[in-house]
């Protein structure tokens, strides 16, 4: 583990590559956010209950994970390194104090934990040409600043220009009993894909992003199911793929 990322799984060849970029709500002690401890344990500081699920798959022989070590609320990971959001001074209704920084400040986040997380990234898919690369996240089933605004979905599924291997996730995840999901929801691929954009539209990389609700995660047996059903839908979509 660094202070950006740590690696969980064992390297091979062809596998299958995680990335979660918002797996930890963790704030370094040298960095004073200005807000209720409270909201360090939010939706907004990390995505509850995707790192176990991104765990869990790689104790399964050709899954690799890459986890970033720092909260959203410190560096966005899933924003590009010149956006306004990458370093976010109000989320979903919360002021960050400790965001309003110089641009000398706002550099020294991003060559402190931005760039040597998507180094990492991008060596890990050039050493090991993975088949697929499966981007996780989580989302809240209702957003504090638009509560009228409803998230059903079990899961979505999320792309922008490169989409044969989501095609073939919505395909084997529609063949899970009683799952709700997304096509491009809660929220599309082609506006919100700053990471797989970088690292995988650009080379041309397979990949899938993935968005579980929150609330089905909070708890083990919800990861455990999720971490089951990604596996086996990671796995066709492998075996398709090769």
Known sequence: MTEAFEISGVPSEGGVLIVVDHASSHVPD???????????????????????????????????????????????????????????????????????LSAEGRQARLDRFFTPYHNRVAALIADLKPVLVASLHSFSPTLRSKPEMQRPWDMGIMYNQHQTAPRLALQFLGEEDGLIIGD???????????????????????????????????????????????????????????
């Open 30 to 100: 040298d960095i004073d956010l200005g807000i209720s401890p409270q909201y360090q344990q939010d939706h907004i500081a990390y995505d509850p209950g995707i790192a176990p699920i991104a765990r869990l798959m790689t104790e399964h022989g050709g899954y690799l994970a890459i986890l970033s070590t720092a909260s959203r609320l410190i560096v966005d990971l899933n924003r590009y390194p010149d956006e306004a959001a990458v370093i976010v001074e109000c989320s979903d209704g919360v002021e960050i104090p400790g965001n309003h």
């Open 184 to 242: 491009q929801l809660p929220y599309s691929g082609k506006d919100l894909n700053a990471t797989m954009n970088r690292q995988c539209e650009a080379i041309g990389q397979p990949y899938i992003g993935v968005e579980v609700r929150q609330d089905l995660i909070r708890e083990e047996a919800g990861q455990r199911r999720f971490a089951d059903i990604l596996l086996r839908s990671c796995d066709k979509i492998r075996t398709a793929l090769a």
